[in-house]
């Protein structure tokens, strides 16, 4: 009976525990592809060939956000499941805008690489995962923000025989988490957008997109057709027409006309008819 009684508690405890592992999962998912899925970690370095160097994690979120004060990273520990480090990503440096995303990076001299699994979760301001992934594996920690969910492995790693200056990122075109894949590692793009990767439709275009346009066309269009018309029609039209007409028809008529009429006609008749009649008559 003693051995029935445990076997019950145990399968009791299981049951809620596994339905509590299902529900917290299911917020997750939710949660990531309503809102997350903008802001996620594109591109990060862990492993190469010798003494490690130049890891980091690079996050891509909207051309909106100018930074990415109160989000931090949570390290976590495959081995044990607990969280070794978190950081705040208030300083993560903004190198570049494509496509309506920005891209930064943080140097994480502490990413672990060995025989377990390793996880990373990206945490917004209300202390809510927006992606928990992992490489090598899965983990399920046992503390921190990400207590209690399983971890996504991206299914491609670096290893001991990675050259330096290789990473593993996102390849694909889109805008969202859901639209790109992890590649092998390939030469490393540290906060810019990633090799085989295009970001399409995520929001306003870079500022160098709309100047070009705007200040080619209205220069060659106003200048060269206001300047040539108007110009060549007013000067030679008014100039030569006032000039011809005013100049020869006033200047022949006026004079010709008054100065012959008026001596020839006054000076002949009234000098005749008088001289000839007074004298004839008392004569005869």
Same mark, same amino acid.
């Given at each position: #009976?003693?051995?029935?009684? /445990?076997? %019950?508690?145990?399968?009791?405890?299981?049951?809620?525990?596994?339905?509590?592992?299902?529900?917290?999962? =299911?917020?997750?998912?939710?949660?990531?592809?309503?809102?997350?899925?903008?802001?996620?970690?594109?591109e990060?370095?862990? $492993?190469?060939?010798?003494?490690? /160097?130049?890891?980091? /994690?690079?996050?891509?979120?909207?051309?909106? #956000?100018?930074? !990415?004060?109160?989000?931090? !990273?949570?390290?976590?520990?495959g081995?044990?499941?607990?969280r070794?480090?978190?950081?705040?990503?208030?300083?993560?440096?903004? $190198?570049?805008?494509?496509?309506?995303?920005?891209?930064?990076?943080? @140097?994480?001299?502490?990413?672990?690489?060995?025989?377990?699994? $390793?996880?990373? *979760? %990206?945490?917004?301001?209300?202390?809510?995962?927006?992606?928990? %992934? =992992?490489?090598?594996?899965?983990?399920?920690?046992?503390?921190?923000?990400?207590?209690? #969910?399983?971890?996504? $492995?991206?299914?491609?790693?670096?290893?001991?025989?990675? +050259?330096?200056?290789?990473?593993?990122q996102?390849?694909?075109?889109?805008?969202?988490?859901?639209?790109?894949?992890?590649? &092998?590692?390939?030469?490393?793009?540290?906060?810019?957008?990633?090799?085989?990767?295009? #970001?399409?439709?995520?929001?306003?275009?870079?500022?160098?997109?709309?100047?070009? *346009?705007?200040t080619?066309?209205? @220069?060659?269009? =106003?200048t060269?057709a206001?300047? &040539?018309?108007?110009?060549?029609?007013?000067?030679?039209?008014?100039?030569?027409?006032?000039?011809?007409?005013?100049?020869?028809?006033? @200047?022949? *008529?006026?004079?010709?006309?008054?100065?012959?009429?008026?001596?020839?006609? +006054?000076?002949?008749?009234?000098? *005749?008819?008088?001289?000839?009649? +007074?004298? !004839?008559?008392?004569?005869?």
């Amino acid at each position: #009976m003693k051995l029935i009684a /445990v076997a %019950l508690i145990g399968l009791i405890t299981g049951t809620y525990a596994g339905t509590r592992g299902a529900s917290d999962s =299911s917020r997750q998912g939710h949660r990531r592809d309503e809102q997350v899925t903008q802001v996620f970690i594109n591109e990060f370095h862990y $492993d190469n060939a010798g003494t490690d /160097v130049g890891e980091f /994690v690079e996050i891509s979120f909207p051309f909106e #956000m100018t930074n !990415l004060n109160g989000y931090n !990273l949570e390290l976590y520990n495959g081995k044990n499941g607990r969280r070794y480090d978190n950081i705040e990503l208030s300083a993560c440096v903004n $190198d570049q805008v494509a496509g309506g995303k920005r891209f930064c990076s943080v @140097t994480v001299s502490r990413l672990r690489n060995g025989k377990f699994a $390793d996880g990373i *979760a %990206l945490v917004d301001p209300n202390n809510l995962v927006l992606q928990f %992934l =992992s490489y090598e594996g899965t983990v399920t920690p046992i503390q921190g923000a990400a207590q209690g #969910m399983t971890s996504t $492995d991206i299914g491609v790693r670096e290893t001991g025989k990675t +050259p330096v200056g290789h990473s593993l990122q996102l390849g694909g075109t889109g805008c969202v988490l859901s639209d790109f894949t992890w590649q &092998s590692p390939i030469a490393a793009t540290r906060g810019y957008i990633n090799t085989n990767q295009v #970001m399409e439709n995520c929001g306003p275009p870079i500022t160098s997109a709309p100047t070009a *346009a705007p200040t080619a066309a209205p @220069t060659e269009v =106003s200048t060269a057709a206001p300047t &040539s018309v108007p110009t060549a029609v007013p000067t030679a039209a008014p100039t030569a027409a006032p000039t011809e007409v005013s100049t020869t028809a006033p @200047t022949s *008529a006026p004079t010709a006309a008054p100065t012959a009429a008026p001596t020839s006609a +006054p000076t002949s008749a009234p000098t *005749a008819p008088p001289t000839a009649a +007074p004298t !004839l008559a008392p004569t005869s």
